[in-house]
């Protein structure tokens, strides 16, 4: 076995401080759930297919047109299902010339709703490794949402690429006013997963060199309330819209057929204008609350049709219940105020008729109303300003914004009938007033909310962050470098996992001798000397790596030769001594002998009982202005380590320099500082005796909890994964 020259091929500029030169910048968007697909884009068809992908969509395109931008890949999740169209299939499409989607598998293959793809997360990050390994590392990772925030984040601290990230909307936020409304703390965590969401947040704002918000409330009343805000990190940069679709109706606009039809089977008198309600089938945009104004209100009734376009359905009773619900009561309150005649709520308008129907109003000298509770943004309410339709929108976040960008219409209180109404009253009946809101309408929104603006604003800031980040260090070499001679991999904790059976540890260490195709490493969070003695002590064979001090040191082979790269890569926002000052005066926390402690990891004992939390300690730091990561195990040892330390990244980062495939490793663990590299791809055995900590790993794909305890726990880890011969991978996660 000779992995011990596996280092040779080191980047020599790497953290050198050399900035990088300047060559047309590749740009990767992570936007992980929901459908996306180029061409025809199903907007609207469910929860997570709105505004996010429309988002990622046309930023990709716009950024693909700058000179400056060599290439921009939008990387999703790859979709194999019945139920939804085989475009999402495809491993790519392209966009336009420079920019291309590209779907990578993980996880079942079937769609899934966001609150579910949390378990694959690892195994998204496993696969785009090797991707990037193939078509080059991009200049910068930029991660959309939560999940693509977490997964992004880690890609970048891994690749040590600079990281972008935009939360679209915030899980603190959404939990916040769902246990107002709802109350039940644990239903609401079953269903939208806050903590995990919360956590990733937290990651992703840790990690990022920039945070790109739409609005100014966003970051006052939402990104304030994590622990990580950092004010000089966040750029307010709004999107744009798609001005070549709306645009204001040319002289002698004709309605397309699908609004003739609407026009024929809704309105007994289509010539009024129209008040435009357009919104997904989503309680919390308050639909119902236009159709009180609107059944109470004579004159609008007499002077105006009611349009509610809440996009496409077959059969309402074939939709989610929430859904439902919203269209029973519309049809209610359609029923109740009898509006037959008065309004229409089409069954779908075909996507490419969407900026005809804003056009349509606009003719009607109507108005857009969007009467949601909260809207952190408000899309619509700029294709309606771009389209020369006046707006009426809730005094919240995004419409703040754009009525003080655009001056083209009114806020109102969405729970006040009253108000509405007035507001749309003003509307309708000054005929210089719409004139002057239409107006400013198309100026502002081109002013202030196109794709030019915005990639423009954002290309500098990324230009200014490239010229002043070092070249990533994983740089794919071209150098040859000697590759192990093994095929498989075991890498295993030594206490507790190894150790406590001799016996099955005598069979353990006889299988990897007879076996020269498998290689053997350790993983420990004891410091490289102490491992060394017990090792030694127990007569194991040379291992091929050795991972100590909880992940943040690496040596190689016979000569234990250092893997410089990964050293390098610890200092990163390292403050040890801020860390100890902080954490010494912690009650319950008791530092570990002189002995257990190392450069890169400061080690207590802990006494849960009197100690906050772990969640606590993790808050404490980061208020303290500290970036680490914590790691709990054996239920009384705390290691504070290094953002870019742990096993889960110093795995994935051996297995990117050896060129391993993770399916072909195999890890083994028992307690908390294992948890990191059980995850992802690899193949993960939990030993019997594990702690308590582990036992969040259950359930999760490629995690085989064993019966046996200790070295016996291994050994029938790798018969189950029939590990020396035709592996296989019963619990694999995807059908
Ligand atoms: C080992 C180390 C100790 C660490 C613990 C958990 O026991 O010696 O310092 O806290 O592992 O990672």
């Avoid at 060599?70 to 019945?82: A, F, K, M, N, S």
């Avoid at 790269?565 to 403050?575: E, H, V």
């Amino acid at each position: 076995m000779n992995a011990d020259e596996s280092d040779e091929a080191e980047n020599p500029m790497e953290n050198a401080g050399v900035a990088q030169p300047s060559h047309p910048l590749k740009i990767a968007l992570i936007s992980l759930h929901g459908l996306i697909r180029a061409h025809n884009p199903e907007l609207g068809r469910d929860a997570d297919t709105g505004g996010q992908i429309k988002y990622v969509l046309e930023m990709a395109r716009e950024l693909a047109t700058r000179p400056e931008v060599g290439e921009v890949e939008l990387l999703t999740r790859q979709i194999i299902d019945p139920r939804v169209s085989d475009d999402y299939a495809q491993l790519e499409e392209p966009i336009s010339d420079k920019a291309k989607i590209v779907r990578i598998p993980f996880g079942p293959k079937r769609y899934l709703r966001k609150e579910s793809l949390w378990p694959y997360l690892e195994m998204f990050i496993d696969q785009t490794l090797p991707h990037f390994k193939r078509n080059g590392l991009p200049d910068v990772i930029h991660g959309h949402y939560a999940d693509a925030g977490y997964a992004g984040a880690q890609l970048a601290r891994l690749l040590r690429i600079p990281f972008v990230f935009t939360g679209h909307s915030l899980g603190r936020v959404k939990r916040e006013r769902l246990s107002i409304e709802n109350g039940d703390e644990d239903i609401l965590e079953k269903k939208y997963r806050f903590t995990t969401r919360c956590e990733s947040e937290e990651f992703a704002l840790e990690t990022a060199t920039m945070v790109i918000t739409s609005t100014n409330q966003e970051v006052k009343e939402q990104y304030e309330l994590y622990d990580h805000y950092v004010p000089a990190r966040m750029e307010i940069i709004p999107p744009g819209v798609d001005l070549s679709s709306f645009s204001p109706p040319p002289a002698g606009w004709r309605p397309p057929e699908s609004i003739a039809e609407v026009e024929r089977r809704f309105f007994c008198e289509p010539n009024k204008p129209v008040i435009l309600a357009m919104a997904r089938a989503d309680e919390r945009k308050n639909l119902d609350m236009m159709l009180h104004v609107y059944g109470q209100s004579d004159r609008l009734r007499e002077m105006t049709n009611l349009a509610l376009i809440v996009g496409t359905r077959e059969d309402i009773r074939g939709l989610p219940k929430a859904q439902q619900v919203v269209f029973e009561k519309i049809l209610y309150l359609i029923d109740y105020y009898d509006l037959y005649g008065k309004i229409a709520y089409p069954k779908a308008i075909p996507q490419e008729d969407v900026p005809e129907i804003y056009r349509w109003a606009t003719v009607s000298k109507g108005v857009f109303v969007n009467p949601a509770l909260t809207e952190p943004f408000g899309l619509t309410l700029l294709e309606a300003g771009a389209t020369g339709l006046p707006i009426i929108a809730p005094n919240d976040g995004g419409p703040r914004d754009i009525i003080a960008n655009c001056r083209n219409g009114v806020l109102i209180d969405p729970m006040d009938a009253g108000d509405i109404e007035k507001a749309l009253l003003r509307a309708l009946t000054d005929p210089d007033q719409w004139e002057e809101w239409s107006t400013n309408g198309l100026q502002g929104t081109r002013a202030h909310y196109s794709w030019t603006q915005h990639v423009t604003r954002y290309l500098r800031d990324i230009k200014d962050i490239h010229e002043h980040s070092t070249a990533p260090s994983l740089t794919i070499s071209t150098r040859k470098r000697r590759l192990p001679s093994f095929d498989r991999l075991i890498i295993t904790d030594l206490d507790n996992t190894l150790t406590g059976d001799d016996e099955a540890l005598e069979r353990f260490i006889d299988l990897i001798s007879h076996n020269k195709h498998v290689g053997f490493g350790i993983a420990t969070g004891r410091r490289l000397d102490s491992a060394m003695e017990l090792i030694e002590d127990l007569k194991l064979p040379r291992p091929d790596l050795i991972d100590t001090d909880v992940g943040t040191q690496i040596h190689y082979g016979e000569h234990l030769t250092p893997d410089r790269s990964w050293r390098l890569n610890m200092g990163f926002a390292w403050q040890p001594d801020e860390i100890r000052r902080v954490l010494d005066s912690i009650p319950g926390l008791y530092p570990q002998a002189e002995e257990k402690q190392s450069e890169f990891k400061i080690s207590y004992e802990m006494d849960p009982t009197v100690s906050p939390s772990i969640p606590a300690l993790k808050k404490i730091l980061r208020e303290a202005g500290l970036r680490a990561k914590v790691i709990f195990s054996l239920g009384m040892y705390l290691d504070i380590i290094p953002v870019r330390g742990g096993s889960d990244l110093s795995m994935r980062h051996v297995l990117w320099k050896w060129g391993f495939a993770p399916e072909h490793v195999l890890v083994a663990g028992d307690c908390g500082n294992d948890a990191g590299m059980l995850l992802g791809r690899t193949l993960g055995v939990v030993v019997a005796n594990h702690s308590e900590e582990l036992n969040r790993l259950r359930g999760r794909p490629r995690v085989y909890f064993a019966q046996a305890a200790h070295a016996g726990g291994i050994l029938e880890g790798i018969e189950y994964y029939n590990f020396l011969d035709k592996i296989v991978i019963p619990n694999d996660g995807s059908e």
